[in-house]
C-alpha cells in the first residue's frame, strides 16, 4: 500500500529554520515527480515547491522562492523541503504529494497524499 508520511514540522520563531521530511513507502519517489502543499487555517491548498521525477527540474511558489529549497534522496525514498527564513505568513499545514505526470500546479493532478505535519511561525 502506497504510503507518504510527513514529518519535521512545529513552533518556531519568525526567522527559524526548518526541515520537513516526506517518508515514502510502497511507491519509489524516483518514479514520481514529488510536490509539497500547504494550507494555511481557512484557506486553499496551495502548491509550494515540486520536483520533477529525475531531479533535474523543481518549481517554486513565489512567496518562498530563495527561501525553501526541495530535494530528493532515492536511496533513502525520502523528499525534502528545506525552510529558511520563516515568516508567520509560511504557517499552514504542509503537505507531501506524489504524481505521475510531472510537475502539476493543481492538486488534483497528484495521486498520493500524506497526512500533513503543521507549521506554526510565531511573530
Known amino acids: 500500500q502506497e504510503k507518504l508520511v510527513e514529518s519535521g514540522g512545529g513552533v518556531v520563531q519568525a526567522g527559524a529554520s526548518l526541515r520537513l521530511s516526506c517518508a515514502a513507502s510502497?511507491?519509489?519517489?524516483?518514479?514520481?515527480?514529488m510536490a509539497w502543499f500547504r494550507q494555511p487555517d481557512g484557506k486553499e491548498r496551495d502548491l509550494v515547491a515540486a520536483?520533477?521525477?529525475?531531479?533535474?527540474?523543481?518549481h517554486y511558489q513565489g512567496e518562498v522562492e530563495g527561501r525553501f529549497a526541495i530535494s530528493r534522496d532515492n536511496a533513502k525514498n525520502t523528499v525534502y523541503l528545506q525552510m529558511n527564513s520563516l515568516n508567520p505568513e509560511d504557517t499552514a499545514v504542509y503537505y507531501c504529494?506524489?504524481?505521475?505526470?510531472?510537475?502539476?500546479?493543481?492538486?488534483?493532478?497528484?495521486?498520493?497524499w500524506g497526512q500533513g505535519t503543521q507549521v506554526t511561525v510565531s511573530s
Open positions: 504529494a506524489a504524481g505521475t505526470v510531472g510537475i502539476q500546479l493543481d492538486e488534483n493532478d497528484y495521486d498520493y
Open positions: 510502497g511507491l519509489s519517489v524516483r518514479s514520481y515527480a
Open positions: 520536483i520533477s521525477s529525475t531531479g533535474a527540474t523543481t
